[in-house]
């Protein structure tokens, strides 16, 4: 009997307690908690709601989230932080493009890695990202063409603002806008394309020397969150008797404070809001699915246009469209 005992204790230590040790190791890697990393442009509040649907969304599923923001809007400072990034393991990784082909050897680096990686605010469609998220970009530059276009009457003369001539979504912004534009009010003339580089200070320093080098200019559009910086050369060449009020027509994309502002008080006549928030909520939910295995969609995220009329009230009606928002994985 005894010998029995001390046979079934022997089979309890070889067979069942690492079958016991097995099964706990199996669920604590089931169960491991994924980090998922935001990497913007650069420093611009632009993103804040952007990293605010993707904190947000996180908290819903679990998972660990964290922003990686390099300090200008420079490619080989993106490079180097998704470079950090692979070497730390993450298992997700959502990129504002800053560049399209530079971006290709590192993004490939990531994904060899079997870091899921997917764009949101700025398409890098040539590289192997996995999916993007934001803006249709040249149907958001036409919307913004018509709208202007009415403003101006069909007429007159306007300068482009870009804050860098190599993201491909301010391309394609630009290209939307040029080509709606000949079509729908052939009478205005786009004078030039001036890069501010993502940076208000030299958007006013910038829109201070336009003004000097184009005495009959009509309209300013900026394809990018810089329109303050002109609005603010704008205000100081009015308060220096350089311009009158109205005399420029200031239009431009996305809802900074500064700019809402100016929309407010009448010194900016619009501006074409991206849905931020969402590209961050939706960010998180299809890095989750790409992990699960699900193949990605592109996803457009949609855009209005605000004006004084619609201010105060454009944010609590798209917070409500948001609801309805669901992963884009399949």
């Known amino acids: 009997m005894k010998k029995r005992n001390a046979f079934i204790l022997l089979v309890v230590v070889v067979v069942i307690i690492p079958m016991i040790m097995l099964t706990s190791c199996t669920k604590k890697a089931a169960t491991k908690q994924l980090t998922f990393v935001m990497v913007p442009k650069g420093v611009h509040p632009y993103y804040i709601p952007c990293y605010q649907g993707f904190v947000d969304a996180a908290a819903k599923y679990g998972i660990t989230v964290e922003e990686a923001v390099p300090q200008k809007f420079e490619l080989p400072l993106q490079v180097q932080v998704i470079e950090d990034l692979i070497a730390k393991k993450v298992d997700g990784i959502a990129i504002s493009a800053v560049d399209d082909a530079g971006l290709v050897p590192v993004i490939d680096e990531a994904t060899k890695a079997g870091i899921k990686v997917i764009t949101f605010d700025a398409p890098a469609p040539s590289t192997a990202a996995l999916c993007y998220i934001g803006t249709d970009n040249k149907s958001a530059g036409s919307a913004a063409a018509k709208q202007m276009a009415k403003l101006m009457g069909n007429k007159g003369n306007l300068i482009i ?11 394609l912004r630009t290209q939307g806008f040029k080509e709606t534009m000949a079509q729908v009010a052939p009478d205005i003339k786009i004078l030039d394309v001036v890069d501010e580089g993502g940076d ?6 910038k829109t201070e020397a336009i003004i000097v080098a184009y005495p009959k200019l009509n309209a300013i559009f900026a394809v990018s969150a810089e329109i303050a910086g002109a609005n603010n050369a ?5 308060a220096k008797k350089h311009l009158t009020q109205g ?30 928030y969402k590209m961050g909520w939706l960010s998180i939910e299809n890095l989750l699915a790409a992990t699960q295995g699900k193949t990605l969609q592109n996803i457009d995220t949609g855009m209005v246009i605000v004006t004084k009329a619609n201010v105060a009230t454009y944010m609590d009606d798209m917070k409500k469209e948001f609801a309805g928002a669901t992963t884009g994985g399949k």
Do not use: E, P
């Open 234 to 238: 704008v205000k100081d060449a009015i």
């Open 200 to 205: 208000l200070s030299v958007t006013q320093s």
């Open 161 to 171: 603002l870009q804050g860098g001539l190599a993201a491909s979504n301010l391309n």
């Open 247 to 276: 005399q420029i027509i200031l239009g431009g994309f996305d809802d900074v404070k500064d700019t809402l502002d100016g929309i407010t008080d009448g010194s900016i006549a619009f501006c074409l809001v991206q849905k931020t």
